[in-house]
């Protein structure tokens, strides 16, 4: 695994396709060097240096320490903050900043100290607290996970996890136009209208960035609570 992750930093492949997002934002008319932004899992953050340096402003969240000298190194233009971005967005009584520009650039598969996150599943249902009016969403799915062998305990997690969010369907090879209707209608659900979507291979044939610009609803009174998720899957065509 570690020499699949190196040799991908090495040919610089996400890079690349997060210069092909920028490219299609601009395409749909977005000027993005008014908008102020956020990644809420930095990592290294060699993957939002192109959003860091083309938007007004740029924030970035991590929560390992060890990282905080490189992320500064590799974003010198962003506002590096170290803190639990899923726990500060579960906290109803915590204050957020709102934003126009949202990177959701997640750890793929279970993580945490006991693996009780995945994915992107624990973040975006509270997103609506980091969006004042409208806002673009890029996010991370995983149509087809590769689950390694040696990690048993992860898989079952995993396959548990995602059966949860998505239903009870192939979570194993999932269409583009399944994850678009899904969190079409999630964002629905939430108050959210859609202006445009819009997804982007990242690495063929597993990962995508799906873009999603939203704007609330004038009745957006019925916001989605934590207590009220449930797999949408449902409400769509099946996979």
Sequence with gaps: MEKIVEKILKKKLFVLKSEIVKEF????????????GIEIFGGLGLNDRIFAESL????????????????????????????????????????????????????????????????????IKNIHKLIDKKAIIIFLVNKRPFFFKKFVKKNELWRKRRREFYGDLNIKDMSTKFLLNFYTELFNNMGFKIDFSKNIPRHYPHLDYLVYKISRKSNDEQILKNTDWISLSELMKKN
């Design 25 to 36: 934002l601009e395409e749909k008319g977005e000027d993005i060097s008014k908008l102020n």
């Design 56 to 123: 007004k402003n740029f924030e970035i969240w991590e929560i390992e320490n060890k990282l905080e000298s490189d992320l500064i190194k590799n974003l010198p233009n962003a506002d590096v903050k170290i803190c639990d971005s899923i726990r500060i967005l579960k906290n109803e009584r915590q204050f957020v900043q709102k934003y126009d520009l949202i990177l959701i650039d997640n750890p793929i598969g279970v993580f945490g100290d006991t693996l009780e996150y995945c994915e992107h599943f624990d973040v």
